[in-house]
């Protein structure tokens, strides 16, 4: 078993910038794949960034790509998400989320994804 835990959320203007972490337990030797994911009310859940561990790689979703950095730290168990210029289209619960065994092309996919957070609320506004 795997836990995560977010911390970091909070409320923002557009423009200013927030750090998200994410604190993994257990068994987290086994996930290669850690990534955020992201829920606004009314849609579905979508793919924020993801880092793979075997292959040093880093993925983002269009819409944060040059704004939003993760981060991840083995030593530590923590993976983060720096988000800067931050819209208020940004605005959403996120959501930490462990796998293994993650093609490249099955990253965005939340059935990919084993374990998950409880997420941490992130407010935008103009």
């Known amino acids: 078993q795997v836990q995560l835990v977010e911390s970091g959320g909070g409320l923002a203007q557009a423009g200013d910038s927030l750090r998200l972490s994410c604190a993994a337990s257990?068994?987290?030797?086994?996930?290669?794949?850690v990534g955020w994911f992201r829920q606004a009310p009314g849609a579905e859940r979508e793919f924020v960034a993801a880092h793979k561990r075997s292959v040093g790689t880093t993925y983002y979703a269009s819409s944060v790509k040059g704004r939003f950095t993760i981060s991840r730290d083995n030593a530590e168990n923590t993976v983060s998400l720096q988000m800067n210029s931050l819209k208020p289209e940004d605005t959403a619960i996120y959501y930490c989320?462990?796998?293994?065994?993650?093609?490249?092309?099955?990253?965005?996919?939340?059935?990919?994804?084993?374990?998950w957070g409880q997420g941490t609320q992130v407010t935008v506004s103009s």
């Open positions: 989320a462990a796998g293994r065994g993650i093609a490249d092309r099955f990253i965005g996919s939340t059935t990919q994804y084993q374990y």
């Open positions: 257990g068994r987290t030797s086994s996930m290669d794949v």
